[in-house]
DNA sequence: ACCTGGTCCCGGGCTCGGTTTT
DNA sequence: AAAACCGAGCCCGGGACCAGGT
């Protein structure tokens, strides 16, 4: 949030009315523009990235650590303010000669919504290009030629690819395969959770982030929220348990906030009351599915994961029973049977548990229930917002 | 043996740029 | 210029088959 907007809330009818004044700065999903304490993994960040700006090729990077520690925060931040300095530079007058070192293109995707050839392409194309890249009735092949002429004719790249190795996600040796497919003069730059010895694929060099330390997330979240809340909503004490439950976990963190927010909203309240805190903790599972991996599926399953969520109990206690009641809603147009099968696909996935009940009158294999692993309320919250600002 | 839940796979068809024909 | 057609990626639907219980 910048002075402006400040200053605007200041002014604004919302001011002092509503306990979740901005829910971008206290999500989960986004991110800030300068990152919060994590002064020494940019510096880190940048030692390897120093070749870059004296004009040869960085090494090639993974950047791994724990859900929650900032990895995407500090990268994509960082991502965004060097894109701004790449291209030729001015010449630098040397003992011998005048250089002229150009700073490499710094492109930033994720692999949550560039899951295939295509879409990497396609990301990439799109986060390098002004004008808009179709993405319909196009050949993989072509967008890789396109990408292979602006490497002819622009510097060098360095791309970073967030979230390698997830379930729903290629690893990295397969991204780095599309990449090197489409220049020499590519760096990749990928991010993922499992330490460097467990992927398949080995980087000339490697950054690790460590959870968050306890002062470093109070920071962290006193500063989100003094933007995201409405004045005093949520008391330093308050945000002292929240980061000493969190165990170092931003994620969660934040996760907890918004729903002790969103409860304390519903209930008319001004501020947060214990009780809100309580229930936003309890409404994130440990462990927690990170709702970025939920908020990067495709529309027909987070509108699937919606209507699970908002389902009774009851509707809830099978599968079966998940699916009929699912497939009825006016917001779903899947069939029943595509409904089942994804849902065991969102479990497999492992964003949702399954539960095997024990029924007495038990003809055949035990039905299980499904118990979603993310932030429901959390969730709803977003998808709502999403769908209404389109 | 029988029953219901769960897994896996792939053909068809949808959407939408691009291309050819009218 | 408009219309018809083509073909790219990928989503949906459903059926064959396997698993695990009485």
Request: glycine share 8%.
């Amino acid at each position: 949030m910048n002075i402006d907007d400040r200053i605007e809330r200041r002014l604004g009818y919302d001011t002092g009315l509503s306990v979740l004044a901005d829910f971008e700065a206290v999500s989960p999903v986004s991110h800030a523009e300068s990152p919060v304490g994590r002064g020494p993994a940019i510096e880190r960040l940048l030692d390897v990235f120093a070749p870059a700006f004296s004009g040869s090729l960085p090494p090639s990077l993974y950047v791994y650590g724990p859900k929650g520690s900032g990895k995407s925060a500090v990268v994509s931040a960082l991502f965004d303010r060097l894109s701004t300095h790449s291209g030729p530079r001015q010449a630098i007058q040397t003992t011998t000669r005048a250089v002229e070192p150009t700073i490499p293109g710094f492109v930033y995707v994720d692999a949550r919504h560039a899951s295939t050839r295509f879409r990497l392409y396609h990301a990439m194309l799109a986060a390098m290009s002004d004008d808009p890249v179709p993405d319909h009735g196009i050949g993989t092949e072509e967008l890789a030629e396109s990408l292979r002429d602006v490497m002819r004719t622009g510097p060098d790249l360095v791309v970073a690819v967030d979230h390698t190795n997830e379930v729903e996600t290629p690893p990295a040796s397969t991204l780095i395969g599309w990449l090197t497919d489409v220049g020499e003069r590519l760096v990749p730059a990928c991010i993922g959770r499992d330490p460097p010895d467990a992927i398949d694929w080995e980087p000339e060099s490697t950054v690790e982030f460590a959870k968050y330390r306890r002062h470093v997330l109070v920071e962290l979240l006193t500063s989100r929220c003094s933007t995201g809340l409405g004045r005093d909503a949520l008391t330093h004490d308050q945000i002292r348990d929240i980061v000493e439950w969190s165990a170092g976990d931003a994620h969660d963190a934040l996760a907890a906030v918004m729903g002790a927010a969103v409860s304390a909203e519903r209930a008319g309240a001004s501020t947060i009351r214990s009780a809100d805190v309580d229930t936003g903790i309890e409404g994130v599972p440990r462990p927690c599915v990170a709702l970025g991996r939920v908020l990067a599926l495709p529309e027909s399953r987070q509108r699937l994961l919606y209507e699970l969520a908002g389902l009774s109990d009851d509707e809830r206690s099978t599968v079966g029973a998940a699916t009929e009641a699912i497939a009825a809603r006016p917001g779903v147009d899947l069939s029943a049977s595509t409904v089942r099968r994804v849902l065991y696909e969102l479990a497999d996935a492992g964003l949702l548990e399954r539960v095997t009940v024990h029924r007495s009158d038990g003809k055949g294999r035990p039905p299980s229930r499904l118990v979603p692993l993310f932030p429901t309320v959390v969730f709803r919250e977003l998808f709502d917002r999403q769908a209404r600002t389109g």
